[in-house]
Nanobody, 116 residues
Framework: QVQLVESGGGLVQPGGSLRLSCAASRSIFSIVRMAWYRQAPGKQRELVAVITSGGSRNYADSVKGRFTISGDNVKAVFLQMNSLRPEDTAVYYC???????????WGQGIQVTVSS
């Protein structure tokens, strides 16, 4: 069973930066998309950013121009987060979508807190 492990979260002041990383326990050669989601207290999980195997990227409107997703399409995905705001505070999850019907993999989540 593949495990995804996130790192790089923590506490940062407003305006600061963090870089999240997510690494799989082994290489996966059927990935079609890599994504980051987040879930704030009392809110539903939302898609933050996604990158496809073809290199296309999409972002939630709330993070456009501040966050950048990158990945190697085999084992790791990253999320560079700049100009962080208190409303970015959430647990962030990485997700690897596989070719149907293989399903997908989720990380365990990592806390990001933006506060002065």
């Amino acid at each position: 069973q593949v495990q995804l492990v996130e790192s790089g979260g923590g506490l940062v002041q407003p305006g600061g930066s963090l870089r999240l990383s997510c690494a799989a326990s082994r290489s996966i050669f059927s990935i079609v998309r890599m994504a980051w989601y987040r879930q704030a207290p009392g809110k539903q999980r939302e898609l933050v950013a996604v990158i496809t195997s073809g290199g296309s990227r999409n972002y939630a409107d709330s993070v456009k121009g501040r966050f950048t997703i990158s990945g190697d399409n085999v084992k790791a995905v990253f999320l560079q987060m700049n100009s962080l705001r208190p409303e970015d505070t959430a647990v962030y999850y990485c997700n690897f979508g596989l070719q149907p019907p293989r399903g997908d993999y989720w990380g365990q989540g990592i806390q990001v807190t933006v506060s002065s």
